[in-house]
């Protein structure tokens, strides 16, 4: 593997794979919802659609057309602490990639008529996540988990934000966090990692150089014990997440516990939850799940269930979380969860992926070089060390059908 900071600033890691005939071109910049203010909400998402709309050399859908045309894909994503643009296509057009990713990524034109085009279609997002219950609850939960952060706001923004959004909006935000000293161009797959470098620094040489986003904001890890409870419409069944607020990645937090509490609890039939939950009826459905940032970090239990289950599903969630300490399914989980990292990285968008989230964020390849060291050396003490926290009072959020009886 080849790991470089080039002269403005930009990291670049390049993993040849001569196992495979494919390769993942990435660039990931560090900037995301996390580095918007209460003027801007959701510009970091809505960048991500526009630089989709025409570029400098290239008409809207040109660039997908070509990368189609040479069997590949592209795509991007925006979360909070990052975003990043990726195309997967054979190796032989490695190339290219790199070429079409920096036009789109830094030369889109990003036009007043653009933007009035993809206001309905980011404002019709924002209203299909409003009438989805399991996106009201993750919105809900963050506004309680975080009191400082941005973490606290949907990465899609309001309504209200996104509607005032112009082409100054957007182009400040462009201009401000999209250049070479926030950017990390991951790359997986069958190349010739020194022919691949000189072509990126030649690429790269014209993106301007800035001071790399540095996150300052991080929330006190106390969790907010408390039940919120909010009515929809919509909505038929009861639907309920208990969560707690943990460390985040800037605070040199160890995620292999938690991974690994996610897999006990809810990967496959196995699980504890879906054995003692699910499968004797005291909800519909229940999952688990771990969401870390770089300010802070999460653990939540997500169930659906109606009126007359929901309290013994608490009841039991709760002696459940009480009363967890068995070391044999704590070792299977291991043994699961690392064939399941190991293989996800036979897979070079994926493991460009990884790559490319370790550098952005840490700036360096920890979490993808550690991160399965340290589930294999976790103890089973450890582990029950650093998950007692859910033995502790979570914060509860409930979503309800409009006509029922609040009952705290």
Same mark, same amino acid.
């Not at 890691?13 to 993942?24: P, T």
């Given at each position: ?16 794979? !001569? ?6 071109? $990435? ?10 203010? %209460?003027? %801007?909400?959701?510009?970091? =998402? ?10 400098? @050399? ?6 997908? !057309? ?16 990052? #975003? ?14 790199? !070429? ?11 036009? $007043? ?14 209203? *299909? ?6 996106? &009201?609850?993750? *919105? ?9 952060? %941005?973490? *606290?706001?949907?990465? &899609?923004?309001? *309504? ?5 959004? #112009? ?9 401000? =966090? /999209? =250049? ?21 620094? !030649? ?28 009515? =929809? ?11 707690? +607020? ?20 809810? /990967? ?6 879906? $054995? ?17 940032? &770089?300010?802070?970090?999460?653990? /939540? ?15 039991? &969630?709760?002696?459940?979380? @009480? ?11 291991? +043994? ?20 490319? /989230? ?51």
């Amino acid at each position: 593997m080849r790991v470089e900071r080039l002269d403005n600033g930009a990291f670049v890691v390049l993993k040849s794979r !001569k196992d495979v005939s494919s390769v993942s071109v $990435q660039f990931w910049l560090k900037t995301g919802a996390v580095f918007e203010d %209460n003027e %801007n909400r959701g510009v970091a =998402h809505f960048l991500e659609h526009m630089v989709f709309n025409g570029t400098r @050399n290239f008409l809207p859908g040109e660039i997908e !057309k070509m990368v189609e045309n040479a069997g590949g894909e592209i795509n991007a994503a925006t979360s909070y602490d990052y #975003t990043f643009y990726y195309i997967t296509l054979p190796a032989k057009h490695v190339s290219l990639a790199v !070429k079409l990713l920096k036009e789109l990524v830094f030369f889109p034109v990003l036009s $007043q008529e653009m933007v009035e085009k993809e206001k309905p279609i980011v404002l019709e997002e924002i209203a *299909r996540s409003e009438n989805n219950p399991k996106t &009201l609850l993750w *919105r809900e939960f963050l506004k309680h988990l975080y009191k400082k952060s %941005n973490y *606290r706001y949907p990465i &899609l923004g309001f *309504r209200d934000t996104v509607s005032s959004f #112009t082409d100054k909006t957007v182009k400040e935000f462009h201009q401000k =966090h /999209y =250049h070479a000293g926030n950017l990390t161009v991951a790359i997986s797959g069958n190349v010739d990692e020194n022919s691949l470098l000189t072509l990126i620094k !030649k690429e790269l040489k014209e993106i301007p150089s800035e001071e790399r986003n540095f996150f300052v904001t991080v929330d006190d890890t106390t969790t907010c014990k408390e039940t919120f409870v909010l009515k =929809h419409p919509a909505v038929a069944n009861i639907h309920t997440v208990v969560g707690w +607020r943990l460390p985040g990645l800037i605070q040199e937090q160890n995620v292999a516990p938690f991974i690994l509490l996610e897999s006990i609890l809810s /990967y496959g039939r196995s699980s504890i939850l879906y $054995q003692e939950i699910t499968e004797k009826g005291f909800a519909f459905g229940v999952s688990a799940g771990f969401e870390e940032f &770089l300010g802070g970090s999460s653990f /939540y239990i997500y169930g659906i269930t109606d009126s007359s289950r929901n309290g013994k599903f608490k009841e039991k &969630l709760f002696s459940i979380l @009480n009363s967890f300490n068995t070391e044999e399914v704590f070792e299977f989980a291991k +043994r699961k969860v690392l064939k399941s990292e190991i293989f996800k990285r036979e897979a070079v968008e994926l493991e460009a992926e990884e790559i490319g /989230y370790s550098m952005t964020l840490l700036e360096s390849l920890e979490i993808y070089e550690s991160l399965i060291e340290k589930i294999s050396s976790l103890s089973f003490e450890d582990f029950l060390e650093e998950t007692a926290f859910i033995k502790t009072s979570p914060l509860i959020i409930e979503l309800i059908p409009e006509d029922m009886e609040v009952i705290l």
